[in-house]
């Protein structure tokens, strides 16, 4: 199993590399982006339903398979699962959007980036990490879990904000104002971002790095698309806003 993981963390690494540079040229084909001519589609609230599950459900295998079970490792799996549970059960089906079409090739792709992920980092961070209680004052750890419950609130407050302004807008795009939308154009991904660099710092490891470079590499790019997009379509958006990182990018 040991070969398998190596594997797979290299995989990770150099997948994120092949999607950062394509993501560029090439955005993927959903949300604001959607188009046609990717093959069979199914509902989006489904879609994110069935490629979200295997990453809570593996690490939740992992955890109850390893032994001991130590308080960081209750810890690092319940901070998982609070992202994953919402992601995989409630964000699919409480989002604008969800009947809209999603193509089923991205979701066997998130299905087979979320299998490897699972697995790497429930084999890494559960059976080849050690953790026991005097990590919870390491600097890594407080410094990692202040980032993700940060990332977070970030991420679930502008989905909600987002939800919030298409509600009012159903038929329409609008320009997202207010909160941290006055400074970037996805505080969603933004958001993403930091969480799992939160993740990669409190456990400190291979697989935490491989997820937190691979989520870069998906989101920054698309956030740069998504602050073109509103750019190209709106043409009084504010020339400040910057797409992701606030006052740089």
Known sequence: MHNIYNLSLYLIFGFAGIVFIALFFVSAPYGKFRRKGWGVTIHAKWAWLVM?????????VFFIASSPKTLPQILFVSVWLLHYIHRSFIYPFTQSGREKPYPFILVIMAMIF?????????????????????????????AGIILFVAGFAINKTADEKLRSFRK??????????????????????????????????????????????????????????????????????????????????
């Open 168 to 249: 009012n807008n159903p038929h329409e795009y609008i320009v997202p104002e207010g909160w941290l939308f006055s400074y970037i154009s996805s505080p969603h991904y933004f958001g993403e971002i930091i969480e799992w660099g939160g993740w990669a710092l409190m456990t400190w490891s291979l697989p935490g790095l491989a997820f937190f470079v691979f989520t870069f590499a998906n989101l920054f790019p698309r956030a740069v698309a998504t602050h073109k997009w509103y750019r190209s379509n709106f043409p009084g958006y504010p020339a400040d806003r910057k797409a992701v990182i606030p006052f740089l990018i």
């Open 52 to 60: 979200e599950f295997l990453s809570p459900a593996l690490i939740t």
């Open 114 to 142: 979320n299998s490897v992920n699972g697995f790497v980092n429930g084999y890494g961070v559960f059976h080849l990490n050690s953790y026991d209680i005097s990590w919870l004052i390491s600097w890594q750890f407080i």
